[in-house]
């Protein structure tokens, strides 16, 4: 790792001289206009992130016609606002789409949950101007503003097999299983990552104790669902690469399951924008007082939250698990509120896959800024935001991989990829296989897994390194750095998602999503 940062410096100081924006050895634009990627031994490469947002990238946002519209009357507007909602959701699809439920400018009290949970169902504000727009006031108990919810529900299929490679790098598309016969284009397979104690141990896991007792880090198998779109004799190509790597030396003698389902129940097409929504003024103790929460999607496919501002909510955007394809695009969120507990609060949130969060904004002190949490698989990628005070993006938790913080500022707080140790419940790890690319901040700590990788690529900022945290326990020396690349330098191309998404899809797909010329 030592002669591949030297390379890099020596090859970032040859660009300098002759007066050509410094590059990445990891990624880079060739002779012909493309991006060519370098590999470790084993193959492992960055990730094309490219498919992260709604229908898996490169799509604009629709406008869905209204079908009802509410206005505030002055009293609690929860359950007038359900009603309509709930009628829209009884309409009939008309393509993909039932229609929007439109709130007139103006003040909404509502003192319980707005629930969305039908396809093809906007619920839309006239923007979160506080004099002309929108506003979700939040009143009585502390509940959780908006719910988006599906249910997923997940059948297996005969026909399935195991897979045959030692090793799949991380950013593959191909693998080879024992038998492909039932497995055809369009099929949805869950491939499965085994959690063994070998592993754990390698990734110095073992170790973690919290109060005396063992923690059990991430606990059980890493599951991944792809969509196959080729095979090829045993070979399948899947539909978004994978973020993880799979190493048969930590599980030997074992195939790991590759497994055809069926998935339903997810909701599809579904959005909330235009609105601001306000919670009460308060001190918070995250973890011990109750939420009010901004906006939740969970079991939802290719949909979208924008243009949205939140104030003082406790956990302000959740994209939870089951949710893939989701975009997240113009959302403010303003904390006013001092947190008062050592435990931080979200301003956003992911345990989904394939979600981009585009030009988001935060301000606030004491908390995270962005966090994915326990056992995610990306895509994930945060996009040109910007958050003003002390807080972090940082993962947060249990091994999850394939993060992407592209063109993002955090001038006064920090951006991560590390190891948690005993933090909280025992997080350990939270991330791997993860790039930071072009971003400014007051600090960075990017940490490198074992036998992993974590790239900081052109990034503005002091790198700092610190041992894993413990509970009681002496501290060990400094975690390995990651992959630190053109420090205080930025790299061509300026944003990586934006580049992996023209490549892939065209520059059409750039204006589609509000970049750049057609």
Partial sequence: MRSLRRMASLVLLLLASVGISAQSRWVHMGANGRLVYARTPQGDHIVDFSYAGYRGGGVALPTVPTVRKVSPTGGDDTSAIQAAINAVAKLPLVGVFRGAVELAPGVFHCAETLKIEASGVVLRGAGWSEQSGTTIQMTGKPHLGISVTGQLKQETLSGSTKLADDYVPSGAVVIHVADAKAIHPGDTLMLVKPVTPAWVQFMGMDRLERAGKDEHWVGEDLKVVRRVTAVDGNAITLDVPLTDNFDAKFYPGVHPPVTRIEQSGRLVETGVEGLRIVAPERTIAYGEDAEFDGIQMKDVVDSWISSVHLENTTNSVRIESGTERITVARVDV????????????????????????????????????????????????????????????????????????????????????????????????????????????????????????????????????????TTGGPKGPPLPLGIIESPNKPVQPASLYLEQLRERLGPAALVAIGYGPA
């Fill in 334 to 469: 303003q904390q006013r509120a001092a947190v008062t507990s050592a435990a931080k609060n979200f301003q956003f949130s992911c345990n989904g896959t394939q979600v981009l969060f585009d030009h988001c904004t935060g301000r606030g002190d004491s908390l995270f800024y962005f966090a994915t949490q326990a056992r995610q698989q990306g895509p994930v990628v945060v996009l040109h935001c910007h958050f003003d005070g002390d807080g972090h993006i940082q993962p947060h938790q249990r091994w999850s991989t394939g993060l992407l913080v592209d063109e993002c500022e955090a001038p006064g707080g920090g951006i991560d990829l590390l190891n948690r140790g005993t933090m909280g419940t025992g997080h350990g790890w939270a991330i791997g296989w993860s790039v930071l690319w072009n971003n400014t901040a007051a600090d960075f700590m990017v940490q490198m897994p074992p036998g992993t990788g974590n790239w900081s690529i052109g990034d503005r900022g002091p790198h700092d390194t610190r041992p894993m945290p």
